[in-house]
């Protein structure tokens, strides 16, 4: 156990705090909650920046890494669907949360074959992670009507348009590997 892997595991383990943090029937809870998540997002660059610089790079962090990322961001667009009661919040939140289990299952099913390169992090996926960080923030931080709120609604669907390209892409990459040309040989 090495640094960047207890960032990861305290990643995880954030998750439930910032949770039961935000249904707290307080002022503060909001932001409490949305300093955790923001907190947590740190946490994940800080974690790879560290397994880089520190050569301290295991097969246990690269795999629990994006698993914590994913259960990160599926609990909080869960936990803001629900408080917003909202199709508005829900659509983005659905794609976000699909691309999530579909380039899953892909990577997977990549790195089986060998091919695991065609589908590497994309610059887009980048800059569809630091969007889907900031919306997420903003939507716990703020409750739902305010104005912060709706700025955090609009850039969700900014990360919910670059997740979907990012999706094209990855399948695009990957389409060779899916759908061989049986005429090559």
Request: charged share 10%; no cysteine; glycine share 4%.
């Amino acid at each position: 156990m090495n640094l960047p892997n207890i960032l990861t595991l305290s990643r995880i383990l954030m998750i439930p705090v910032f949770v039961i943090i935000y249904y707290l029937p307080a002022q503060w809870s909001y932001l409490v909650s949305a300093g955790l998540f923001a907190l947590a997002a740190a946490t994940d660059w800080l974690d790879g920046y560290l397994a880089r610089k520190l050569n301290q790079s295991t097969p246990f962090g690269a795999f629990l890494d994006p698993v914590a990322d994913k259960l990160m961001v599926a609990v909080a667009l869960t936990v803001l669907i629900e408080a917003h009661a909202s199709f508005i919040l829900t659509i983005p939140a659905t794609v976000i949360i699909g691309r999530e289990i579909v380039i899953s299952a892909l990577r997977e099913w990549m790195a089986e074959i060998g091919s695991r390169a065609s589908v590497a992090v994309s610059y887009i996926g980048k800059i569809k992670t630091t969007a889907q960080m900031v919306a997420i923030i903003m939507l716990l931080a703020f409750p739902p009507g305010v104005v912060w709120a709706q700025a955090g609604t609009a850039l969700l669907y900014v990360a919910a348009v670059l997740t979907f390209w990012s999706m094209i892409l990855y399948l695009k990459a990957a389409w060779p590997d899916l759908f061989p040309d049986k005429h090559q040989g």
